[in-house]
């Protein structure tokens, strides 16, 4: 009955005009797909679509997503300012949200800068030409590597932005007079006049790699505390003003070290 199966199998193999798979019988009577594949298959391949082009691809693939994560990391900190609360001047996400953040844009901006780098090179028709006869020598297109790209990366940013919305939610926001924080996006949010701040806790430590880990928690009366300089670089922009708000609120600074220097001490200490 097997051989029957496998000489129907192979005459269509051959009608087709595709190349037949190598099977065999096992010793249960299963078939079992022996395809000749080794790892030099794929240096070849590799080896047939070599072109100057390509080494570039990989640079500017970089340099396009260091600056697609720059620019989706500013816009995702104003969205939460924007969508939150009237009058607000500052917001940061929360520690672990910052984290799912960071994985999310990082990520999609690899495969956004990437797709951006395949385009730029696609505009310019020497390099499209000379990357398509690339491809062609083993067997495949430039225009087809693409299009597979674009799909892979639009999969994934629908896959990633239910788990990015939900992080984004999470943050605690300032303004002049009030504190505003939400867990997540489901959460209530809760609101805090700056009469119930009960202590400020500045941080200025040593880091591992020898820089300096600055830091600034606020507590309220009822015990709950919140981290402001989870993202550096967005803490210090606005950190004026926030010690301008926070000034008179008593500070706990036993986690400033010595040695601190002074600049830092100012962006955090009130």
Not at 61 to 76: M, P
Not at 89 to 100: D, H, L, V
Not at 232 to 253: K, N, Q, Y
Request: aromatic share 8%; net charge positive.
């Amino acid at each position: 009955m097997w051989t029957d199966v496998l000489a129907r199998a192979g005459r269509q193999w051959l009608l087709s005009g595709l190349p037949a798979l190598p099977i065999r019988i096992g010793p249960s009577g299963s078939q079992k797909m022996n395809p000749k594949w080794t790892p030099g298959d794929t240096l070849t391949r590799a080896e047939r679509r070599r072109s100057p082009w390509r080494i570039l691809a990989v640079p500017l693939g970089f340099v396009c997503a260091i600056g697609v994560f720059l620019l989706a990391s500013k816009l995702t900190l104003r969205s939460q300012i924007s969508f939150g609360p009237d009058k607000v001047f500052f917001c940061s996400p929360t520690n672990s949200s910052a984290m799912i953040l960071f994985l999310i844009v990082g990520i999609l901006s690899v495969l956004v800068g990437f797709t951006i780098a395949n385009l730029l090179l696609w505009m310019v028709p020497p390099i499209r030409a000379d990357l398509q006869r690339a491809e062609a020598r083993a067997g495949q297109s430039f225009a087809a590597a693409n299009t597979g790209l674009v799909k892979f990366t639009s999969i994934s940013a629908l896959v990633l932005l239910p788990v990015y919305i939900a992080a984004v939610s999470s943050n605690v926001c300032l303004s002049d007079s009030q504190i505003y924080y939400q867990s997540h996006m489901l959460s209530p949010l809760r609101t805090y006049d700056r009469s119930q701040l009960a202590e400020v806790r500045p941080r200025c430590t040593k880091g591992s790699r020898g820089g300096w880990d600055i830091g600034l928690d606020i507590v309220m009366i009822d015990g709950a505390s919140f981290d402001l300089a989870v993202v550096g670089p967005w803490f210090t922009a606005s950190s004026e003003r926030i010690l301008a708000m926070l000034h008179g609120v008593p500070s706990d600074d036993s986690r400033i070290e010595l040695g601190c220097p002074v600049g830092l001490r100012k962006i955090v200490s009130p």
